[in-house]
């Protein structure tokens, strides 16, 4: 008989984020409390691991003690995708350096999710960051849209005018990633001087 661990390592797997509410659907014929107590259980036997409010994972021994997560896989997790499924994607700062636009690797998280209900909100920090701010998207974040909506974050706050050759190739391969119709699609949920922002790209022969 399949203990509660043993469903959860199947679902999950080891040293992976395991969300309250993840948890909460895979035992849905019982009641809250009954799974609240489980995981009471397996957390005194050390078979489960508490992250954070919300996040648990199953944990390994390793020559240093358990294993713990990384940041990065929380907060994926929480609030950019799991598995095939994409429901935000990081922004501000963060976005300029993960397209390759700048090598400045910034201590604040800014994360624009469907997650998040406010158009602005500021959460408990974790894994190293000083800030985390979490953004709604002018549009629901999907797997379909998601690179078209980080290229018009981006230029959207940004001079691409003053780009240099290396920053305007970044800008080209996270243009034809994300696919000019999708990006013209998308851009009537943004602001004006977004649109003056994309006549700018056509100028400078970014969806060349």
Do not use: H
Not at 73 to 101: I, M
Not at 115 to 120: A, C, V
């Amino acid at each position: 008989m399949e203990t509660f661990i043993d469903i959860l390592e199947v679902r999950f797997g080891k040293n992976q984020p395991i969300l309250t509410e993840e948890i909460l659907c895979v035992f849905s014929d019982i009641s809250r409390q009954a799974v609240y107590k489980r995981i009471d259980a397996a957390m005194a036997e050390g078979k489960i691991a508490r992250y954070d409010r919300g996040v648990y994972y199953l944990p390994t021994e390793t020559r240093f003690g358990k294993s713990s997560l990384l940041g990065t896989q929380v907060a994926t997790k929480r609030w950019l995708q799991s598995g095939n499924d994409v429901y935000g994607y990081v922004s501000g700062f963060n976005l300029v350096n993960e397209s390759g636009v700048s090598d400045q690797v910034p201590n604040t998280l800014e994360i624009t999710t469907n997650k998040e209900s406010s158009r602005l909100r500021e959460v408990k920090p974790f894994g190293g960051w000083k800030r985390i701010t979490l953004r709604k998207p002018r549009r629901p974040v999907n797997a379909r849209n998601v690179n078209a909506l980080r290229f018009l974050d981006l230029i959207t706050d940004q001079q691409i005018q003053f780009y240099d050759e290396y920053e305007m190739d970044a800008l080209k391969k996270l243009a034809r990633k994300a696919g000019r119709s999708m990006i013209y699609d998308c851009s009537a949920s943004y602001p004006g001087r977004t649109a003056k922002k994309l006549a700018e790209c056509e100028r400078y022969r970014v969806f060349a």
